[in-house]
């Protein structure tokens, strides 16, 4: 591998004197090698998410300044060149001849920007998440040590890695551990299946969607989960009908972890031994959570509020985003979660809803702005509004509620075909809705909580 990554740094540094470089390959061993690539010739990485809809990629293109993205070529077959002025290194055409000498490694500082990754914001654009060198050694440190792992683990990765689950757990974490990891770019149950019998992995991290899926498969067998010390769901909360059903199949329970990509990701996690449902188990060592009021008063164990989170996982701050980080990190060095939460006394967590009005689509983190921008630039709608909606196989879906302009004809089809021009297709609304007239305050703020979908007067 490190030979292939030597190789890929002389060409990345002698294409382009840029800072940042962009990732945009499936899920498989490649992504380590453009990784480490990147870092030999100390450029920051940019993963790419293949499920954005062109205008949201081509966004993210812009707003990081790449002029260079590691790529493939059936990437390119599939979702089209980059951007005028970036150049693609694809890996299926690199030749070492004619590259210059390698170069010495270069060699960064602690907080070194290592990765970007991109995350849903608020405003309805996305927010780059800064990770230092030292925000994720310091999370993979946390993670070994909490769960003992060595290079004789063996991780199974499904995850994207242009998610910070996928990223930093699935490749970072076996990665700088020396260990063995399994990658497929598509979850696909048979595939999986097949992975896990034939190479035995020791730990298996997924999203409560594709446990669902495996717990399903009519070709599974009891024994199928046997080699495994860790299976560990995140990204959103686990169905009791998924924890029970692959207990009682598989004999294995699943362990529930949170973490946010603002921490590196990893922050809480059940070990199998002190598994307690309801919860995201205790935090990890050398991290740091309270529970605070609205007026920012600390609340005893047992009781709701917002969670706070300290430690050197924490991120460096948002890229380009002064002022959102400044929001984000307060004053203390207390990441603000959005997440309402308790802590028991014995330290465990239990996220009991979000502050937020945030959604998590397929373990995907998703603002109700970014998909109302879309909707108000139809030409017949004058307003729009969208909440979470409970699914079974995604966790949620979005929800949309749509004013029409005076004389339009409402057509729900056609809006949801407009939406899927601009947005990823998880983020397109699963239905959207008329309504005479949105909830409103006194101020004319649309209040999304006071919609539903049993909310009256839809049609």
Known sequence: MWVAARHLAKWVASTTDAPNVGIFLPTSGAFPVAMAASWLCGRTIVPLN?????????????????????????MLDRFGDMPDGVTSLRMDQMNAKGLPPMMRPVKRPDDFTAVILYTSGTSGKPKGVMLSVDNLGTNVDQCRRWANFTKRDSFLGVLPQFHSFGLCVCTILPFSLGCRALYTAQFKVVRVLDLLRRGRPTAFMAIPSMYNALLQAKSARPDDMS??????????????????????????????????????????????????????????????????????????SGQDGELLIRGGNVMQGYYKMPEETALAINEDGFLRTGDMARIDENGFLS????????????????????????????????????????????????????????GAQFDAGALRSWCRESLAGYKVPREIRHVDALPRNPTGKVMRRSLSAETAGVS
């Open 351 to 406: 996220i009991t809803g979000r502050i937020k009005e945030m959604l998590i689509i397929g373990g995907e983190n998703v603002f109700p702005r970014e998909i109302e921008e879309v909707l108000v630039k139809h030409p017949d709608v004058s307003e729009a509004a969208v909440i979470g909606m409970e699914d079974p196989s995604r966790g949620e879906v979005a929800l949309a509620f749509v004013e029409m302009i005076e």
């Open 50 to 74: 293949y499920l954005l809809a062109r205008e949201e990629l081509d966004y993210i293109i812009d707003h990081a300044e790449l002029d260079t993205v590691i790529t493939a070529t059936p």
């Open 227 to 300: 080699s495994l010390r860790f299976i560990v769901s995140g990204g959103e909360p686990l169905p009791d009908a998924v924890y029970d059903g692959f207990a009682e199949r598989y004999g294995r329970k699943i362990c529930e972890g949170f973490g946010m990509t603002e921490t590196s990701p990893v922050t809480n996690w059940t070990l199998p031994h002190e598994e307690r449902r309801g919860t995201v188990g205790r935090s990890l060592p050398g991290i740091e959570q309270i529970i605070v009021g609205d007026n920012g008063q600390h609340l005893d």
